[in-house]
């Protein structure tokens, strides 16, 4: 087996992954493994192997649930006698979704709301920090999985404020700058 390239391409809902074969000799099928420490990798799924050939073969696999921040991948090539071949590690940055975050009205009053993507229902948190960086204002809010409108209560002084949020695993989702009148 001649591995030639493995790509890992991220999308706005997935991560596409291409490889190509110079020549292949009694393959079986690659098993596609992901980690999210590029230590431990667990299986994604398998792509059954051209067997034999002596041309360029070329295969693909979507991720269609990548995990947020950077996914590690690799291939591991199977032979039909069970000899086990991996390829290089790969990675691509997958951050949910391909709507930036908006938050509106702005200037604000009592409330801010945000509109953000969720991949999934879970606790948002928000961190208000004003212009000098110091943190005034922390939260928690719910979200839904897909596009979510979050109020976020503004009991701060008016000025002009940068609101953060991450998911409940401290991924960050986006940032904006905002004025409180």
């Known amino acids: 087996m001649e591995f ?3 790509q890992a391409v991220p ?3 997935q991560v596409d992954l291409k490889w190509s074969t110079a020549s ?3 393959s079986a099928y690659f098993q596609v493994e992901r980690s999210a420490d590029g230590n431990r990798f667990e299986p994604l799924g398998i792509v ?3 067997g034999n050939s002596t041309t360029l073969t070329e295969y693909s696999f979507v991720d269609k649930e990548p995990l947020s921040g950077v996914n590690y991948y690799r291939l591991d090539q199977v032979d039909a006698d069970g000899q086990r071949n991996y390829s ?3 990675t691509a940055m997958f951050r949910w979704g391909s709507v930036a975050m908006n938050v509106y009205p702005n200037p604000a009053g009592q409330s801010l709301f945000a509109s953000v993507e969720l991949p999934d229902a879970g606790v948002v ?4 920090h004003d212009a000098s960086g110091r943190l005034v204002r ?3 809010v719910q979200g839904t999985s897909g596009m979510n409108q979050l109020e976020i209560p503004l009991d701060i002084d008016a000025g002009s404020y940068l609101l953060d949020l991450s998911d409940q695993n401290g991924v960050p ?3 904006a700058r905002f004025v409180r009148r």
Request: proline share 8%; charged share 20%; hydrophobic share 35%.
């Open 173 to 175: 989702l986006g940032n």
């Open 4 to 6: 030639l390239e493995l």
């Open 138 to 140: 922390s939260g928690l």
């Open 125 to 128: 948190r928000y961190r208000i």
């Open 88 to 90: 290089n590690v790969v």
């Open 48 to 50: 059954p192997a051209a």
């Open 11 to 13: 999308g706005p809902r």
């Open 24 to 26: 292949e000799h009694n």
